[in-house]
């Protein structure tokens, strides 16, 4: 399977990604929806929403709290570190990700797109300001806006929120330009974004999958590497360069 998938990339022009939570497994961050993904332990709709932050911030800020700290001591694996080395493989080239660790961005890809922002950066929930202060991941108060008081959020889109408008719109161009769409590490259930490998396929590109299980896009794909991604990824890469 990975050879044909190599056969094909070597004729491909034009290549797009979408990826999720499992390309960051094998970085020691817990995905989603994995048996002990996060959010097995605690209620995403609970978390990861403004309804459960209003509800309750010291819990929500102290969960991404946590979560900022397991992605500090995270370096970023082969999977993230082949991915950097793709972009410079193709004429054209887009990775979008689901992901809020930015392991991408300290693996050295450039223009990343992130479809559901990031949990480095935080804002006011009153005046929108940006927060400039440094955060201690052992902080466990809730900060507040120099200018204004109000209450400080991590920069991240929560269940039922709109994603950032420029951000779809770059990865939906990259799913109708795309040639060859891979879809790694992502359960591909939550929308929108898990709309983009299915408009890539629509628009005529090879799907692929890199997903050691099965997800709800799996009987869709044209091919399906069902590896870990920093494995499947590397052996990708070495094909590619065996030329
Ligand atoms: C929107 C940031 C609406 C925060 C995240 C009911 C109430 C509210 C909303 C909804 C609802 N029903 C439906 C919705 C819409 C909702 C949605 O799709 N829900 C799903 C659950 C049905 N979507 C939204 O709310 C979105 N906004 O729709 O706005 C709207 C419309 C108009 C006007 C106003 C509003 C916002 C969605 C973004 C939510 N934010 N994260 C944070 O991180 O704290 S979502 C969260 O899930 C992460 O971003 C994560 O990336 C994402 C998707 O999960 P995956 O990345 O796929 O991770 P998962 O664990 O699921 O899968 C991991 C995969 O990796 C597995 O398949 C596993 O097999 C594989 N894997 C494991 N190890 C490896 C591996 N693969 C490769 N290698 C390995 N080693
Ligand atoms: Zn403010």
Same mark, same amino acid.
């Given at each position: 399977?990975?050879?044909?998938?190599?056969?094909?990339l070597r004729k491909a022009r034009k290549v797009a990604i979408l990826t999720g939570a499992g390309v960051s497994a094998e970085s020691g961050i817990a995905t989603f929806r994995d048996p002990d993904?996060?959010?097995?332990?605690?209620?995403?709709?609970?978390?990861?929403?403004?309804?459960g932050f209003m509800s309750n911030p010291q819990l929500v800020?102290?969960?991404?709290?946590?979560?900022?700290? =397991?992605?500090?001591?995270?370096q970023p694996n082969a999977g993230h570190y082949a991915i950097?080395?793709?972009?410079k493989m193709f004429d054209y080239f887009s990775l979008a990700t689901q992901n809020v660790d930015r392991l991408h961005h300290r693996a050295g890809? !450039?223009?990343?797109?992130?479809?559901?922002?990031? =949990?480095?950066?935080?804002?006011?929930?009153k005046c929108g300001e940006y927060y400039r202060k440094e955060i201690n991941v052992e902080d466990?108060?809730?900060?507040?806006?120099?200018?204004?008081g109000g209450q400080i959020r991590p920069a991240v889109v929560w269940f039922g929120e709109m994603l950032p408008q420029e951000a779809l719109t770059k990865a939906y161009d990259a799913?109708?330009?795309?040639?060859?769409?891979?879809?790694?590490? !992502?359960?591909?259930?939550?929308y929108p974004a898990a709309d983009l490998p299915r408009h890539a396929k629509r628009n005529g590109a090879v799907l692929i999958?890199?997903? $050691?299980?099965? !997800?709800? %896009?799996?009987?869709?794909?044209?091919?399906? =590497?069902?590896? $870990?991604?920093?494995?499947?990824?590397?052996? %990708?890469?070495?094909?590619?360069k065996e030329e």
């Open positions: 399977m990975i050879n044909e998938v190599a056969k094909i993904g996060l959010w097995a332990k605690f209620n995403p709709m609970e978390l990861a929403s403004m309804k800020w102290e969960w991404y709290q946590y979560r900022r700290k =397991i992605i500090a001591n995270a950097a080395e793709m972009e890809s !450039t223009n990343v797109i992130e479809l559901h922002g990031n =949990i480095i950066e935080n804002y006011c929930i466990k108060s809730l900060p507040k806006c120099e200018s204004c799913s109708q330009i795309a040639e060859v769409y891979f879809s790694i590490g !992502t359960s591909a259930e939550v999958e890199i997903n $050691p299980n099965q !997800t709800a %896009l799996s009987g869709y794909v044209d091919f399906k =590497i069902a590896e $870990p991604s920093a494995v499947a990824l590397p052996k %990708l890469m070495k094909l590619l």
